[in-house]
T-cell receptor, first 113, second 109 residues
Framework: EAGVTQFPSHSVIEKGQTVTLRCDPI?????LYWYRRVMGKEIKFLLH????????ESGMPNNRFLAERTGGTYSTLKVQPAELEDSGVYFC???????????FGPGTRLTVT | KNEVEQSPQNLTAQEGEFITINCSYS?????LHWLQQHPGGGIVSLFMLSSGKKKHGRLIATINIQEKHSSLHITASHPRDSAVYICAARSYNTDKLIFGTGTRLQVFP
């Protein structure tokens, strides 16, 4: 069984540009989560999909962030326009059921210059 | 004050030593997760527990629900155990994971 994959592994963009991060969950996992860790801080929850529906997006920092999960498979997280404070590592995780163990992807390191 | 606190933040040990990492939380939880991240690597789930104790190889995780405290123990530590260990509480109300800041462990031969 393939694990959670994320693309790209690293992205360097200039302030004001747009970046789209992708997450492919484990096949059959309806629950997909996005998290991020910014410089020196703890990992924070961004949002949770159940299939294609946003179950909880209370952690999204502002309206420059847009997450989608069309068809309930892979998910994208778009940052537009990117700001310096968006730099960090963005993790995706998936689980079969909400109360089950979450499997994390390797993360995407985003650097905004 | 964070809802999930870990201690220590940094820990060094000699190979073979017994390691304890502590996690305290202030929210109601449905489960407590222990995660591991090796340098340059992804996050791996070690344990998910809601009561008592779990053991996997040289790793042991315990939780005391009344005291809102969990510990991760590593017996006979090895340099390959060097990693960041993260405690995360699953909120009973919101079902979200709330993370501690992590404990960076270095085990020297």
């Amino acid at each position: 069984e393939a694990g959670v994959t994320q693309f790209p592994s690293h992205s360097v963009i200039e302030k004001g540009q747009t970046v789209t991060l992708r997450c492919d969950p484990i096949s059959g996992h309806d629950n997909l989560y996005w998290y991020r860790r910014v410089m020196g801080k703890e990992i924070k929850f961004l949002l949770h999909f159940v299939k294609e529906s946003k179950q909880d997006e209370s952690g999204m920092p502002n309206n420059r962030f847009l997450a989608e999960r069309t068809g309930g498979t892979y998910s994208t997280l778009k940052v537009q326009p990117a700001e310096l404070e968006d730099s960090g590592v963005y993790f995706c995780a998936s689980s079969r059921e909400r109360s089950y163990e979450q499997y994390f992807g390797p993360g995407t390191r985003l650097t905004v210059t | 004050k964070n809802e999930v606190e870990q201690s220590p933040q940094n820990l060094t040990a000699q190979e073979g030593e017994f390691i304890t990492i502590n996690c305290s939380y202030s929210v109601g939880i449905s489960a407590l997760h222990w995660l591991q991240q090796h340098p340059g690597g992804g996050i791996v789930s070690l344990f998910m527990l809601s009561s008592g104790k779990k053991k996997h190889g040289r790793l042991i995780a315990t939780i005391n629900i009344q005291e809102k405290h969990s510990s991760l123990h590593i017996t006979a530590s090895h340099p390959r155990d060097s990693a960041v260990y993260i405690c995360a509480a699953r909120s009973y109300n919101t079902d979200k994971l709330i993370f501690g800041t992590g404990t960076r462990l270095q085990v020297f031969p």
